[in-house]
């Protein structure tokens, strides 16, 4: 009885499960093939786009028209932007369009380029004197593209963002084909072209091509090119630009920037060069400008006359150091000793040079007299200036000898003679003089005064009027006249016969002879036993 209830019990689970798996097969095949026969999705219906002028005025136009006019940002017309959208991409559209009327309707495919999508197709009709123009995009025509909402607002953001930066640029940006023909540009280049103004309300395409870039050159670097007919904007027509370019698959895009501001810099600094470089040239005096490297930058022609270099070496703009060599080559330096003293002469009056001013003399074997001098230059440079002193040092020397000559002949006079500046000031005295009154006025670098020397003969002498003429004769205003006069020396009662001589320019001379030569023309009275013999006479 049991066996038959679990046999009972199996045969209904059996059942139940084969059901089951009949349901679940019969479900799948089902779905399979309703899969099969589900219908294609249906994409939205895009909106044509679709401009209506009445000349160039715009009548109406269709969201995604009005979305394009709103994506050219050039200012002007609707005409002019939908013109600067079309008349780039469609060959001839500009002279197509003029002849609407006359035709009733114009189709044009824009210019296709390999590799992209296929070409737009435009369509424009003429409906009672209005232009109909339809914009078709072959790929999206009769379905619309659905995008997240958040994406198309990014994107729209981004894009915005980038076409003012580039509208409002100062640097002029254009885009050119394989062919050379300008396919895009911002609005800098437009307004500086002439092709478009603010006024207007139309846009002459294809654009002027404001500079010659040659294709061959475009891979060198910057170039820099000058604007000069820039068409009349009211911009200047005499503008300097960095042209710099960069190819790309299809064409190459070109930036020029201003360098109006670079030019005058560099033209100023030129200006000032050739000043100096004209100064310097009419300079007597040799110069010559060494870098911190030790490099000659800066020459001026006296120094090739004066030095005898060549020009061909100083343009070779030599270093320091074979600038020395060459002189020392030409005997225009000192003949040094040997070539270690030398270059260690050479490197000290470098450092003299740099740190600050330095000057030394240079005695030619040639017998010419040089005047070196360094002078330290900002960033580590350095000058030199070679002057030619030979005159000066011949005219000093000259007056050096006629100076010792003149005191060599006083020294021979039997007369004491001594000469006042008309400031009272001794200037010049004799032998003689020293040996008569006991002084050693060579030695002295300050010689006295007339009062001075006054009192030291008065102390010598007995009491007389001439001392006072003799105190006074410089400070005689008008026509001044000789004075004489005799003194006696109270030491020996030696009779000394005294003048004072009117000269030339306000100064005196006085002289004094006394009756015995001898105590002057002694040449065994040397200027110390004076000397000793006064300070006994002082004492």
Known sequence: ????????????????????????????????????????????????????????????????????????????????RLQAFLAPRFKGFDANIAQLAARGRIEMLSKSESGQSPPLRLVAEDVNGLARITLIDPEAEGRGILVDGLSQRAMEDELDLLRVTLDRAPALVWREDETGQITWANRAYVL??????????????????????????????????????????????????????????????????PADATVRAEKALRDFVQTLTKTFADLPIGLAVFDRQRQLQLFNPALIDLMQLGPDFLSK?????????RLRE?????????????????????????TGFHSETWTLPSGQTYRVTGRPHPDGAVAFLFEDVSSETTLTRRFRTELEQSQDLLDHLVEAVAVFQPGGEMTVSNAAYDRLWGVD??????????????????????????????????????????????????????????RFVPMAGGAMMASFTPRNPALIAAPSATRAAAQDSAELVLR
């Not at 000192?334 to 070539?339: F, I, Q, V």
């Not at 102390?459 to 205003?477: G, I």
Request: glycine share 4%; aromatic share 8%; proline share 6%.
């Open 1 to 80: 009885m049991q066996m038959d209830f679990f046999q009972a019990m199996l045969i209904a689970a059996t059942s139940v499960v084969s059901a089951a798996l009949a349901l679940l097969a019969v479900a799948a095949f089902t779905a399979r093939k309703a899969r099969k026969t589900a219908p294609a999705p249906v994409h939205p219906v895009l909106e044509q786009t679709v401009f209506l002028f009445d000349d160039h005025d715009l009548i109406d136009a269709t969201a995604p028209a009005r979305t394009l006019l709103d994506a050219a940002p050039m200012a002007g017309s609707d005409w002019a």
């Open 441 to 498: 006025s060579r030695h002295v670098v300050a010689q006295g005064t007339i009062q001075e020397a006054v009192r030291l003969w008065q102390a010598q002498c007995a009491p007389t009027e001439v001392w006072a003429a003799a105190r006074s004769f410089n400070t005689t205003l008008g026509e001044r006249r000789l004075v004489e006069g005799e003194v006696i020396r109270e030491r020996d009662g030696e009779v000394i016969a005294c």
């Open 317 to 325: 703009r030599p270093t320091l150091y074979a600038f020395w060599d």
């Open 330 to 354: 030409a005997r225009m330096m000192p003949e040094p000793k040997d070539y270690r003293s030398w270059r260690l002469q050479m490197t000290e009056l470098e450092q003299a040079a740099a």
């Open 192 to 257: 500086r072209s002439g092709a478009f103004c603010d006024s207007d309300e139309a846009l002459v395409w294809p654009l002027p091509r404001l500079f010659d870039l040659d294709p061959v050159a475009r891979a060198t670097g910057p170039r820099r090119m000058r604007l000069e007919d820039a068409g009349d904007n009211g911009l200047d027509k005499n503008a300097w630009f960095d042209c710099h370019s960069h190819p790309l698959e299809r064409g190459t895009l070109h930036f020029a920037l």
